[in-house]
């Protein structure tokens, strides 16, 4: 399995900005969708966007405002936060799916506060 670690995350200033990164032990095949998530105590797991080889999807409370981006040869995948919100605290989470199977990464924590 592929091992996949986060970075990039802190304490951020509302309007402020953010690059989380997310590293795999390997390189990946570009068969492969690479997502970010983000998981705030109490609340349910929620997706934020995702990358493939053929194209790019955001969620509706992100658009706009964060960038989702990829290596090539796929061994490291982005999120470029601006714009910031209190709303986007929470621990973000990347993630991999391909076909020999899904991982996770441990986490970000990603604070937004004045």
């Known amino acids: 399995q592929v091992q996949l670690l986060e970075s990039g995350g802190g304490l951020v200033q509302p309007g402020g900005s953010l690059r989380l990164s997310c590293a795999a032990s390997r390189t990946l095949g570009s068969d492969n969708v690479m997502s970010w998530y983000r998981q705030s105590p109490g609340k349910e797991r929620e997706w934020v966007a995702t990358i493939t080889s053929g194209g790019i999807a955001y969620a509706d409370f992100v658009k706009g405002r964060f960038t989702i981006s990829r290596d090539i040869p796929l061994k490291t995948v982005y999120l470029q936060m601006r714009n910031l919100k209190p709303e986007d605290t929470a621990v973000y989470y990347c993630?991999?799916?391909?076909?020999?199977?899904?991982?996770w990464g441990q986490g970000t924590q990603v604070t937004v506060s004045s």
């Open positions: 993630k991999v799916a391909g076909p020999v199977g899904d991982s």
